[in-house]
């Protein structure tokens, strides 16, 4: 995901391929990860001739906050679970994390 979220257009398999610089992969395993992301609609794809070209459905922010309230769904307290996550932030999440509830006019969500 990283190679999608960094290109500013959409890329095919050789491409994507070739900027994984730091593992040799066979063209066929990037072409199957990245059918898997796109059928689990974390990547799209549009053909390009015979190719597919794919890119990132979503920004890394917003990718990460599926994955985090993914996480606080499979938990039975989502209170604890919050809470505990909040004592692990540093100052300075914590600050921002303060600064976007107060934007929203809340101090908690349900």
């Known amino acids: 995901m990283d190679v999608l979220w960094e290109s500013t257009e959409p890329l095919t398999v050789r491409q994507v391929g070739l900027r994984l610089t730091d593992r040799e992969l ?11 992301l ?8 549009q053909r390009d001739g015979r190719a ?5 459905a979503a920004d890394r922010e917003a990718y990460v906050t ?9 938990t039975g307290d989502r209170s604890a679970a919050l809470a505990s996550f909040a004592r692990r932030v540093s100052g300075a999440e ?3 994390l ?7 006019g809340e101090t908690t969500r349900d």
């Open 94 to 96: 914590a600050q921002v």
């Open 26 to 36: 066979a063209h066929t395993t990037v072409m199957t990860v990245l059918d898997r």
């Open 66 to 74: 599926e994955l985090m309230l993914h996480a606080l769904d499979q």
């Open 98 to 104: 303060r600064r976007a509830l107060e934007s929203l």
């Open 38 to 45: 796109a059928k689990k609609g974390i990547a799209r794809r």
């Open 52 to 56: 597919w070209r794919y890119q990132a």
